[in-house]
């Protein structure tokens, strides 16, 4: 009798503590920063958005949003995000290379990388295989340069085109994966290739699209972001066909989309957060999502809304490369910058 009530009365003092009532009542939210380099009604931004917001809800943190354009002190941002910060998620060029240089400052911070494989022990990345996913989209856009459906040909041959919103390694390989795609469904086909400069920049892409169209482009792949806007109003005056980049861009352009490359962004932004939130971090972690996950293809007769033989012939030849990029039969080199270190 004697040891049970002594049994009872150590745990109550030990269980009304105020540090233990302290762990009851649960640990602060973690504190959670996504940072953009620029914001928008753009797919990338709004997947991003959209994956946090579904980590929010579901795991009851604290999230903010921080933009940053290259015309601010980008590196204090990211450090100042840092020291606010228990887990900092970033999905940019620029801020990649800023994590790569100052994660070691930040030993105690957890970081979420889109889009690049960065490697140290507070570091967690999903990047993208996406080349092989622009590289069904390059046989897509060849096959219908050629048949002469998407416009009339110049007199130098049937050509398609990418437009990027910057020279950065992951826009080049995407185009490496589409010109390869075009030039082994089209051998010959010119694949032209501009670049706006700016993500943000409508104007800068207006004038790209119009000179790629000058040229004699009839499919043109929009990569260069919100800088997309001014790009798009030149194929819609021209007539041509467009391809869309991150999300669905079917609705974008009725019956003109021929397909969009999907990058599950909003999948990335929620697994990461989730990992921070549940304690399943994994540092020195890098995921590469492709065609299997991660990576997809919308077929042109459901981007197109429409049926006909061509589209047809289109979509089932996208889908057998899609099968041969899974078993292995198709290898894509990435031209992804060489980031992998260990940073810490």
């Known amino acids: 009798m004697f040891a049970r009530t002594f049994l009872l009365l150590f745990l109550m003092c030990v269980l009304f503590t105020p540090q233990v009532a302290l762990a009851a009542e649960g640990a602060a939210p973690l504190r959670v920063t996504l940072l953009l380099e620029h914001d928008g009604d753009d797919a990338w931004t709004t997947m991003l958005r959209q994956g946090l917001a579904r980590a929010e809800k579901e795991f009851g943190l604290t999230a903010k949003i921080v933009t940053a354009g290259p015309q601010t002190d980008q590196t204090e941002v990211f450090r100042k995000a840092a020291r606010e910060s228990d887990f900092v998620l970033l999905a940019s060029d620029a801020f990649h290379e800023i994590l790569r240089d100052n994660a070691a400052n930040f030993r105690h911070i957890k970081f979420g990388c889109i889009d ?29 340069a050629k048949s002469g ?28 994966g589409f010109n390869e795609g075009a030039l082994a469904a089209a051998p010959g086909i010119r694949v032209l290739h501009g670049c706006t400069d700016s993500f943000t920049d409508a104007e800068a892409g207006r004038r790209e699209a119009k000179r790629l169209i000058a040229q004699g482009v009839t499919v043109l792949a929009l990569a260069a972001g919100p800088a997309n806007r001014g790009a798009l109003e030149e194929a819609r005056m021209a007539g041509i066909s467009v391809i869309g980049l991150d999300a669905d861009q079917s609705a974008v352009w009725p019956g003109h989309v021929l397909t969009s490359i999907i990058k599950k962004v909003d999948e990335a932004a929620y697994e990461l957060t989730a990992a921070a939130a549940t304690g399943s971090f994994k540092g020195k972690q890098i995921d590469v999502w492709d065609l299997k996950k991660g990576v997809a293809i919308v077929p042109p007769e459901r981007s197109m809304g429409a049926k006909s ?36």
């Not at 289109?314 to 260990?342: N, P, Q, V």
Request: charged fraction near 20%; hydrophobic fraction near 45%; include cysteine.
């Open 309 to 344: 033989p061509l589209l047809a012939d289109i979509s089932r030849r996208m889908e057998e490369l899609r099968r041969e990029f899974a078993s292995g039969g198709i290898h894509l080199k990435s031209l992804r910058a060489k980031t992998l270190c260990d940073c810490l």
């Open 116 to 144: 690049a494989g960065i490697r140290g022990p507070n570091i967690q990345c999903i990047t993208f295989a996406d080349e092989q996913g622009a590289y069904l989209a390059g046989t897509a856009a060849a096959m219908l």
């Open 149 to 176: 459906k998407a416009g009339a040909a110049s007199p130098n041959g049937p050509a398609i085109g990418w437009l990027s919103g910057a020279d950065v390694a992951a826009l080049r390989s995407l185009f490496n």
